[in-house]
């Protein structure tokens, strides 16, 4: 049988903030990006690439 874990933090706890940073560390460049690209592909869609935008302000 599986049990369900939960542990709750407090996201501004320095104790908090350090582990996040030790096991970001510890991981490649290359899974740091896939788990960045990941995330983007959660938000954005499946889309290769990020859309461009481009806006024109035209100064008077």
Not at 24 to 44: F, G, I, M, N, T
Request: net charge positive; hydrophobic share 35%.
């Amino acid at each position: 049988m599986i049990k369900k874990v939960v542990k709750i933090k407090n996201l501004n706890d320095k104790d908090f903030i350090l582990d996040d940073l030790k096991y970001w560390l510890s991981k490649s460049p290359e899974e740091r990006v896939a788990a960045v690209d990941y995330l983007r592909r959660q938000c954005h869609g499946s889309s290769e690439r990020l859309q461009r935008v481009v806006r024109v302000v035209q100064r008077s």
